[in-house]
């Protein structure tokens, strides 16, 4: 008996050390690199997210670890890890502000800053950002601005022209929806000022003239009929001129 049990108990030992035992230990750097790389291609995210963390961390100097940690960004994105991947971001343009793929990770950031999960270097379908936090639409268009003053030559400055230009009527259609909720709740007060912030702000949208027309009609519901004149009077002046989104 007692045998048998010292022969489990290095049995198990034995077990227990092969599970601890990394895999990886004794790659190298560019063993790493295209384990990771290859994990990436295939959507498997888990290995590459693995595999880059501990390139990065073996050889922090190597040649891979800038290149790895810009693929981590990529992965940790992809893998609806938006936090991970705008830190990261924010790691490495901190590090290398004058890196030859800035404008890429700068991309990445504003992307993962939406949280929104689209190809690898694909077309970003239209979507209906107007629901979305108006927080991180701001912050993501100021970082997509930035990339498209800093590297206007980059291969993602016109899509990020594009999606600022998406961004600017998300948040124009927004603020108008609020202004819509508050006229038919009967909140004039409230209505007016939201579609005033469409009108200052988002001048150049086609929501514009939706917000006057709710301006003028909540004066008159407030008995203001003096401003809800003026306010068509607006209306009426632009209406017919060309709507081109500048922001």
Sequence with gaps: MAVTAI???TASCSWLESLDKDPTADWSADKLYTEARAALEESNWTDAKDYYTKLEARYPFGTY????????????WKDGDAAQAVQGADRFLQAYPNHANSDYVMYLKALATLNENDGWFAKLAAQDLAER????AQEAFDILKELALRFPDSRYAPEARRR??????????HELGVAEYYYVRHAY????????????????????????????????????????????RVLELNKGKTVKVRR
């Design 7 to 9: 022969t489990l108990a």
């Design 65 to 76: 670890a800038q290149q790895a940690q810009i693929e981590l960004i990529y992965a940790n």
């Design 189 to 232: 007060v409230a209505a007016i000022q939201h579609a005033q912030r469409v009108v200052s702000e988002f001048q150049n949208t086609p929501m514009r003239d939706d917000a006057l027309e709710i301006i003028a009609n909540s004066y008159d519901k407030l008995e203001m009929h003096d401003l809800a004149a003026d306010t068509r």
């Design 133 to 136: 936090d108006a927080n991180a």
């Design 164 to 173: 600022m230009h998406q961004l600017v009527l998300a948040q124009a259609k």
